[in-house]
């Protein structure tokens, strides 16, 4: 068999990188020839649990079939978020903790979804199940993604699974998991830095509901106006992104860390329909979701009901 490689979704986030670090080492230590990489650039967010833990960035890669037959997908199942290539490979394995769609194979593969906060609590009973210890530095990495995917447990996509894995991780780590935790929220958070289209492009996913094609991008702050400042610039770019991808919504949240709301700009020909659904008006192309800071639980399912 040759080199099997493991990668997260692009636009990668701390869970989508660390949990392909994890699983391909759980994945070595029970004799496959397994490599982590990346389809994206890495968070400050990703770089700092990373660099914490003594890990380099897997590397980037732009496509698989050139260097291998067989592909591992954790954190996403949705083509549209996998490598450009995807149909010419054979996808062997699929962890993950999303909604299944946009996704077939032609042959049948070990897939494991769950309704938890993280694909690392996840792996965590698959280290079990394979009776394979988690080593100190990767306890420390699938914590970071459960902290990272929970806001620091207090997103509602975190469950008592969820809990009961960053207790025992963070024991492993030999970390606090509530000072460690902020630190990292922070550093990734810091967003006077980037660019515009750094920004876009952090953590933004495609999706299709029905006929619509749409891309949610979401990014964590402390200051929001660091964001809102910038928005007329922001908003030409992501008029560009409608139009060369032929786009109903462009959706892009800003979720502030410390009072757990999110302020979007929504545009496109959807972005009244998709406002109306959460009970808010758009004032100047944005809108406050009050609570609202989990794009899997509490955006994406509403869409699908609104848009569908």
Do not use: W
Request: overall charge negative; some cysteine.
């Amino acid at each position: 068999m040759s080199k099997v490689l493991v990668f997260g979704h692009k636009n990668p986030d701390t869970d989508s990188i660390t949990s392909a670090i994890s699983y391909a080492y759980l994945k070595q230590q029970i004799g496959m020839d397994a490599e982590a990489v990346r389809l994206g650039s890495i968070s400050g967010e990703t770089a700092y649990a990373l660099g914490q833990f003594g890990f380099e960035a897997p590397r980037l890669i732009e496509t698989a079939a050139s260097e291998t037959k067989q592909v591992i997908l954790v954190d996403h199942n949705e083509k549209q978020q996998s490598v450009d290539d995807i149909e010419e490979v054979q996808v062997i394995e699929v962890i993950d903790h999303h909604r299944i769609a946009n996704f077939q194979t032609a042959d049948p593969l070990y897939y494991r979804a769950e309704p938890v906060g993280c694909t690392a609590t996840i792996l965590k009973k698959l280290y079990k199940e394979h009776d394979v210890e988690i080593p100190k530095e990767i306890a420390g990495l699938m914590l970071s993604a459960i902290i990272s995917d929970s806001l620091l447990f207090k997103s509602p996509t975190f469950t008592e699974e969820d809990r009961k894995a960053a207790e025992e991780l963070a024991a492993i780590a030999d970390v606090d998991a509530e000072v460690y935790g902020l630190e990292m929220l922070k550093a990734g958070a810091d967003l006077s830095g980037k660019s515009l289209e750094e920004l876009v492009s952090l953590d933004a996913k495609e999706f299709t509901i029905g006929d619509a094609k749409i891309e949610i991008a979401q990014v964590n702050a402390i200051e929001v106006n660091d964001v809102l400042d910038r928005q007329s610039e922001l908003e030409v770019l992501l008029n560009s992104i409608i139009e060369e991808k032929d786009l109903s919504l462009f959706l892009f949240v800003v979720t502030d860390i410390l009072n757990n709301d999110s302020t979007v700009i929504a545009l496109g020909q959807a972005a009244e329909r998709a406002c109306a659904a959460f009970n808010v008006g758009l004032t100047n192309n944005t809108a406050i979701f009050k609570g609202v800071v989990s794009r899997k639980k509490q955006i994406v399912p509403i869409l699908t009901e609104a848009l569908k």
